[in-house]
């Protein structure tokens, strides 16, 4: 066997798992959130179709279930979208945690 077939090997149920999960995940965000933007669309006026319904559950402001990339969005903003010695950090919350976490460790 090849290192590259080994390696496909390896990976490959890995892969096959995380896409399943990501899978699962959208369409509960899509179920979930799906009432909100159907009442929205009705409100506005608009017939409900499939489209427009999931185009809209996956761009709520405060979704019942955030979708996978709104996730994302919300670590990378917390990551990289605020000055480290800002309080909304999570740069800032990791380090006061990590520094809670080794003071009760160096207590004990």
């Keep these: ?3 590259g077939r080994a390696v496909l090997d390896a990976v490959l149920p890995v892969l096959v798992v995380l896409l399943a999960i990501l899978a ?3 369409v509960a ?3 979930l959130n799906m009432n909100w933007a159907r009442q929205q669309l009705e409100r506005e006026g608009v017939a409900p179709t499939y489209s427009a ?3 809209n559950t996956m761009a709520q402001e405060r979704p019942v279930l ?3 990339h709104q996730v994302a969005k919300g670590l990378w903003d917390g990551i990289a979208g605020q000055k480290i010695t800002s309080k ?3 740069v800032w919350h990791g380090w006061v945690t990590l520094s809670a976490t ?3 460790f160096a207590m004990g």
């Design 66 to 68: 955030p979708a996978p």
């Design 1 to 3: 066997m090849t290192k």
């Design 29 to 31: 965000a899509i179920g």
């Design 102 to 104: 080794l003071a009760g």
């Design 53 to 55: 319904l999931i185009s």
């Design 88 to 90: 909304r950090s999570l």
């Design 24 to 26: 699962v995940w959208y």
